[in-house]
């Protein structure tokens, strides 16, 4: 499963609430998350608009390592896809925005 783009340190904190984490702390632009499902885990997880690919990829890799699952698995648990989709549904709302319809 391809790894989604776009989405916030705000979308990732909820998608990971699934599996336990809750956010103990904040540094500045920085959370840092912590699960004792399957023993202790904590995470850090930038509180951006948009986290760069590579950092969300490397976040995804270390919980999918401790919840010893792979990460497309990961993935589908998270459902960000689903996320993401709710999230724009909601920006579309508040701006009254309206999808363009593709048949012409």
Do not use: W
């Amino acid at each position: 499963m391809k790894t989604p783009r776009d989405i916030s340190g705000a979308e990732l904190v909820k998608a990971l609430r699934k599996l336990g984490y809750e956010v103990t702390r904040q540094t500045g632009s920085h959370l840092r998350i912590t699960t004792h499902q399957g023993g202790e885990h904590h995470e850090v997880v930038p509180n951006h608009a948009v986290i760069k690919l590579g950092t969300l990829k490397s976040i995804l890799r270390n919980v999918a390592a401790h919840h010893q699952i792979p990460v497309s698995r990961l993935l589908e648990l998270l459902d960000l896809y689903q996320l993401i989709e709710e999230v724009t549904d909601l920006f579309s709302d508040a701006l009254h925005v309206r999808p363009k319809d593709n048949a012409h």
